[in-house]
């Protein structure tokens, strides 16, 4: 049975953002079962944790002796069991990957530095005059995206991993109204949360915030 770490709670802001959700959803598209150990920031402390996962950080993968760290990682090696997230072609699925490496590299280091500027420092005088600057960097990244996107559903020709890690860093956004602006990737990001199994891995990820809620 494949085990997947998550965080047993974590503030409402950040609910539906960690990054177990893309591991979650990735298993549900390849429809492999998996189960979750939930932990808290002792375990997440703790030599045995780290021993697993260095930075402390979730979600870790398990599997028959298989321990995986790195959210862009497990992916990766999730997707290559199933087709449903890489396709046979060699060509369409080094494009698919080349879109993983995009969303992590390209996109997410301008959106995630905005979401922490709103949520862990808006009242800093730097991180108000620094904001503007991340928000430009953020729109143009999104603009270029949006560009490529064009009149696509996908951002090749059908789903794969590479929009199921974009989406998720899109979703980095929802405070704030940058997609606004860009409607095709509104678009987009909605036709990819429509997805039964995001709906799938999202109730799971909310439910286990719920349990910890109403102990």
């Known amino acids: 049975m494949i085990t997947i770490s998550a965080f047993k709670w974590v503030p409402p802001f950040a609910q539906g953002l960690v990054r177990d959700l893309r591991v979650r959803w990735a298993l549900e598209e390849a429809g492999l079962p998996y189960q979750t150990r939930l932990i808290d920031p002792a375990v997440q402390s703790s030599p045995d944790y780290r021993a697993c996962q260095p930075f402390g950080q979730v979600p ?32 369409e699925r080094a494009r698919a990957i080349c879109w993983m490496f995009a969303a992590l590299n390209s996109i997410e280091p301008f959106v995630q ?28 990244r999104l603009s270029e995206l949006a560009t490529w996107l064009g009149n696509r559903d996908y951002l090749e020709r059908r789903f794969t991993v590479g ?10 956004l929802r405070h704030t109204d940058l997609m606004e602006a860009a409607p095709q ?31």
């Open 60 to 91: 870790m993968f398990e599997e028959d002796g298989l321990v995986l760290f790195e959210s862009g990682s497990i992916l990766l090696h999730i997707a290559a069991r199933t087709e449903a997230l890489l396709p046979e072609d060699q060509k």
């Open 113 to 140: 530095q905005l979401a922490e500027i709103d949520f862990f420092w808006p009242g800093q005088e730097w991180a108000k005059l620094h904001r503007p600057d991340v928000v430009n960097a953020s729109q143009r």
């Open 163 to 172: 929009d199921l890690l974009m989406t998720s860093v899109l979703r980095i």
């Open 185 to 215: 990737l509104k678009a987009y990001q909605a036709r990819c949360e429509a997805r039964p199994p995001f709906q799938r891995a999202l109730r799971a990820q909310l439910a286990d915030f719920d349990q910890r809620a109403s102990a």
